[in-house]
C-alpha cells in the first residue's frame, strides 16, 4: 500500500483539529471593548502552544512519510494511535486554558504531551520493524536522542505542575523550541540519502 | 471516472467525524480538578469505541479501493450511503455518552453500527456488479464471512442492550477485536493477485 | 494552473459542510429513552434532505471537473461562489428542521437552493467560456434542460411554501430524485468524447 | 520536500476555517419568521466579507505555489505562521458580527488582516530566500507594490475604526476589490515564465 492515503487522511485531522481549538475561543456577546477580551486571554495562551505543537507534530509527521514508500496494518494503526493522542489535545488545552492553568490541568496537558510523544515513538518503530526496515529513517533518528529527551521532559513538566506552574510551562515551551529550531544534521543526512538512492535508480 | 476523488471525499469526511466526536468531551469550567473530570468518563468510553470504528473503516476503505479502478455513478452513491450512516456515529456516540450507555442507547448505537455494516457490504456488492467485475476483490471477500458475522452480532447485540448492556457492549468490542487483527490470508491474496497484475501490466 | 487544488479544496469544503450538519442533531441529555429522540425527528429528515443534495453536488462537481484540463482566475471566482451559497445549507437545514419545517423556513431552504443552482450554472458558463472553450462539456450539457428546469422548479417551490409545505418538500424532493436517477445519455456522451480524445493522443 | 502535502494540508485548513465561520450564524429556535433573522444580519455581513478574505488568501496561496517546487523547513513555519493568523479570523468575525461592528471589534478584525498579510508577505520571502532563490516569483510580485499597499491601507482603516466604523469597513472592502480584480500583467508574466521554463526543460 501507498503512503498517500495515509498522509492525506493523517492532514485532514490535524487540519481539524488545528483550526478546532479556536471554537473554544468563545466569542464574547455584547461585548464590544477590548477589555472584554481580556478573560480569553489565557485560553489564547494555551490555544498558541497547542497551534505550535500540532504544527510540530504535523511537520515531523510529513518528515517522516518522506522516507516511507509503503504502509502495512501495523503502521496504519501505530499511526491512528498517534492521531487519538493527538486528538484529545484540544480537549486538554480548552481545560487548561478556561481554568486559567489551574496545576492538575498543566499536568492532564503534560500527560496528553506525553502520550503523543510515546505514539509517535512507536510509530517510528512499526515503521523500522517493517519488512525490509527503513535504513534511511534508522539513520536519520539514531538512538532518537531528542525524542527520548522530549519523553522524559514531559514526565519531569506533569510531576512540577503541582509545585510550579510557570515551571511546567516553561518546559512545554522549551520541548517545543528544541523541535522548532532545525537540526540541520538530520537534513543533511537524510538529503545524502535521498540523493543516493536516487543515484542507484537513475 | 477515476477513484482520486471519491478517496480524498471520504477520507475528509471520516477525517472530520473521528474529530468532531471530541467536541462531545465538553471541557468543564470553573472545574480544575482531576475528579472534576470523572463524568466524563462514559463520554471517554464512548469515544474511543467509535474512535476505534472509523478507524477501521477508514482502513477497510482504504484496503477496498486499493483494488478498485474506476468508479461509476452506482459506486459513488453507495459510498455515500456508507458515509451516511457513519456520520450518524458522533450522534450515536454522544446520545450513549451522555446518557450512561441506558440501554436504548446502546441499542442505538448498535443499530448505527449494523446500518453502517450493511452500507459497506452494499458498497462491496456495487463495486463487484460494476461493469467488468471486479475479479481481486471477490477471490479476497470470497463469501464475506467476516462481513456477515458482524452484522449477525451487531442484530444480537441490539437485542442483548436491553438485558444486559455490559454484554452487548462486549460484543461491540468483539467484533471490533475481529477487524482489528489482521487477516493474513487476505492480506497474501491481495498481494499475489497484485503482483499477477503487474507480472501482466510489465 | 491545474485542477487539483481547486478540486482538493472544494471536497474539503463540502465535506465539512456534510458533517457539520450532523452537529444541528442536538444529543439529548439525561433523556436515555427512544421517545426521547421524537422532537429530532424534524431535525433528521431536513438533514437527510440535505446530505443528499450535498451528495449530488459533489457529484456533479466530480463529473464536470472530470472534463476541465485548466482552471483560469474566473473559474477559480465561480466556484468560490457555488461553496458560498452551499455553505449556508446548513443554517437553512437547521431553520427549517428546529422550526418544523414552517413556511418561511421551507421558502428560504428553496431560496438556498436555488441560489445554488444559479452559481453551478454560473460555474458551467465560466468553464464553457475559457479559453479555448470546452467542447466536451457544451455537448454534454446541451442547452442544460436538467439545470433550467430545476431552477424553474425551486422557484416554484418557494412560492408554493406560503400555500402548501408539504408540495413544496415535494418538489425539493422530485428534483433531487431528477439528479440522483442516472442520465445515460450524458454518461455515453462523456464516454465516447473521452474515448475520442485518447484517441488523438495515443 | 515536495510541496503536495504542504498545500493539502493549507487548503484543509482554509476549507475548515471558512466552513466553521458560518456555525456563527445560530440557528434561531422557535423563531419561525423571516423578521426572526433579522438580528443575524450583522452576522451574516461579517461573514460574508471574511469568506471572500479567505477566499482571497487560498486563490493567492494557489498562485504561489504554482511557481514553488521545493519547501524547507523556514517554508513550512511561514506557512504555519500564515495559518495560524488566519484561523484567528472567524473569531474577530464573530466579535465582529455580534457586536454589531463595535469600534474596537473592527479595529480588532484589521489587526487581524493586518498580521495576516504580514505574515503573507513573510512567507514570499522566505520563498524567495529559499537556496536557489525563486526567480519567477520575484519577477511577478517586483516590489510588491499590491502587497505593500495593502497593509498600509490595513493600518490606516484600524486607525480609522474609532472615528468611522464605514469608514473602516469600506476600506476593508477596497483591499478585497484590489485582489479579486484580476492583474493581467502578472498572469501575462507568470504564463512567460512558465512558457519558457517548458522550452527549456523540453
Known amino acids: 500500500m501507498r503512503t498517500g492515503r495515509l498522509e492525506a487522511f493523517s492532514d485532514g485531522v490535524i487540519a481539524i483539529l488545528i483550526t478546532i481549538m ?3 475561543l468563545k466569542v464574547p456577546l455584547s461585548a464590544p471593548k477590548f477589555g472584554d477580551l481580556e478573560p480569553l486571554l489565557p485560553i489564547f495562551l494555551s490555544y498558541v502552544m497547542s497551534f505550535v505543537y500540532l504544527g510540530i507534530y504535523w511537520n515531523n509527521h510529513h518528515h517522516l512519510f518522506q522516507v516511507v514508500d509503503r504502509v502495512n496494518g ?6 491512528l ?57 534508522a539513520d536519520a533518528i539514531g538512538r532518537d536522542f531528542k525524542g527520548k529527551t522530549s519523553l522524559i521532559l514531559y514526565s519531569a513538566a506533569v510531576a512540577l505542575s503541582f509545585l510550579s506552574r510557570t515551571a511546567a510551562c516553561a518546559v512545554y515551551v522549551l520541548v517545543a523550541l528544541i523541535w522548532l529550531i532545525p537540526d ?12 543516493d538512492d536516487r543515484d542507484k535508480t537513475d
Do not use: D, K
Open 184 to 195: 540541520p544534521r538530520i537534513e543533511r543526512a537524510l538529503a545524502t540519502h535521498v540523493q
Open 81 to 137: 494511535h498517534l492521531l487519538f493522542w493527538l486528538s484529545l489535545i484540544p480537549f486538554a488545552t480548552g481545560w487548561m486554558g478556561e481554568n486559567s492553568f489551574a496545576p492538575a490541568t498543566v499536568a492532564l496537558y503534560g500527560v496528553n504531551l506525553l502520550l503523543s510523544g510515546l505514539a509517535y515513538s512507536l510509530l517510528q518503530i512499526a515503521i523500522l520493524r517493517a519488512p525490509g526496515g527503513n535504513r534511511i529513517l
Open 22 to 24: 479556536v471554537l473554544e
Open 74 to 79: 501495523r503502521i496504519l494503526w501505530a499511526n
